[in-house]
C-alpha cells in the first residue's frame, strides 16, 4: 500500500484494548517512546491488528505545535 501521508512513524504494538466500540492501541515507536491511537473496534479485526505485530501510526493533521518547558 502506498499513501500520500508523509507524517508515517514504524512501531510495534504493545497493547490492543477494546472497549464497548472504541479500541486503544499502544505502538513503540522506539524507547520508552509509545503512541496511542483510538480507532473503532471494527477497524481492528479489519485490520487483524494484534500484540507484537509491527505497523505504522499516520498522523495527518493540519498543525503541529511544540512547546518548551
Do not use: C, W, Y
Not at 520508552?32 to 493533521?61: C, P, R, Y
Amino acid at each position: 500500500m502506498k499513501i500520500s501521508a508523509r507524517n508515517q512513524i514504524k512501531g510495534k504494538i504493545l497493547e490492543v484494548k477494546k472497549g464497548a466500540t472504541t479500541a486503544h492501541i499502544r505502538l513503540e515507536i522506539g524507547p520508552n517512546q509509545v503512541i496511542t491511537s483510538s480507532i473503532t473496534n471494527e477497524a481492528v479485526d479489519e485490520l487483524g491488528l494484534k500484540t507484537g505485530m509491527t505497523a505504522f501510526a499516520v498522523i495527518k493533521a493540519s498543525e503541529v505545535m511544540i512547546a518548551v518547558d
